[in-house]
């Protein structure tokens, strides 16, 4: 029963690919992250989506794209990889988006541009 | 804007001796802080938090935190080290309504 799923784990692709990241969170929680943690473990928040509609949106490549088909899910699909775009990924949730609540993580999508 | 800094890109620390993970942040407004720990191949796993009312705060396996709003600190502690608890521990901090900030990690070393 885990709280936050990611899908897929691994993910190797060559430079110019487009491909995707799924997350599921069986919690009820309105409000969902994509975040991605460089090679030096630095953690950057991408996305914020609060029941389903996009909250924040940082200075991110418009490569990155996020979607939300329903609160439990924040998929994350990526066009024309990049060498750049190598890092984990990791999809996180909140039961609110008000800021005072823990958030959840998943075991991360380690993403790999060759 | 919110930032959060750690100091200290490493603590190394004797097993049974205490520990502690230093976190200074900067916001305008009241902080929400958080502490969370990364075990290798792993994502965050919540320790702690201060929100408001007693500015120390006890969490998940034995940490305790103490908010020092004049410092603008939030550092972890832990009286007794486990070798277990060697991990990468990360500050963060939020504002009402606002998207959390995470330091930028720090590695701790619990030596057997």
């Known amino acids: 029963d885990t709280a936050v799923s990611q899908t897929p784990k691994y993910l190797v692709t060559q430079m110019g690919n487009d491909k995707s990241i799924k997350c599921e969170q069986n919690?009820?929680?309105?409000?969902m992250y994509w975040y991605k943690q460089d090679s030096k473990k630095f953690l950057k928040i991408m996305f914020s989506?609060?029941?389903?509609?996009?909250?924040i949106n940082e200075t991110v490549p418009n490569r990155f794209s996020p979607k939300s088909p329903d609160k439990a899910h924040l998929n994350l699909h990526i066009n024309s990889l990049e060498l750049g775009d190598s890092a984990v990924y990791f999809c996180?949730?909140?039961?609110?988006?008000?800021?005072?609540?823990?958030?959840?993580f998943g075991p991360g999508t380690r993403l790999t541009v060759t | 804007a919110q930032s959060v800094a750690q100091p200290e890109d490493q603590v190394n620390v004797a097993e049974g001796n205490p520990l502690t993970v230093k976190c200074t942040y900067s916001?305008?407004?009241?902080?929400?802080l958080f502490w969370y720990v990364q075990y290798p191949n792993r994502g965050l796993q919540f320790l702690l938090k201060?929100?408001?009312?007693?500015?120390l705060v006890k969490g998940s396996y034995g940490f305790e935190a103490e908010f020092n709003k004049s410092q603008t600190s939030f550092h972890l502690k832990k009286p007794s080290a486990l070798v277990s608890d060697s991990a990468l521990y990360f500050c963060?901090?939020?504002?009402?309504?606002?998207?959390?900030?995470f330091g930028p990690g720090t590695r701790l070393s619990v030596l057997p």
């Open positions: 916001v305008s407004g009241n902080p929400y």
């Open positions: 963060a901090v939020s504002i009402y309504g606002q998207n959390f900030v």
């Open positions: 919690l009820g929680h309105d409000t």
């Open positions: 996180a949730s909140t039961p609110t988006g008000r800021g005072m609540d823990e958030q959840y």
């Open positions: 201060y929100i408001t009312g007693d500015n």
């Open positions: 989506y609060n029941n389903k509609e996009l909250i």
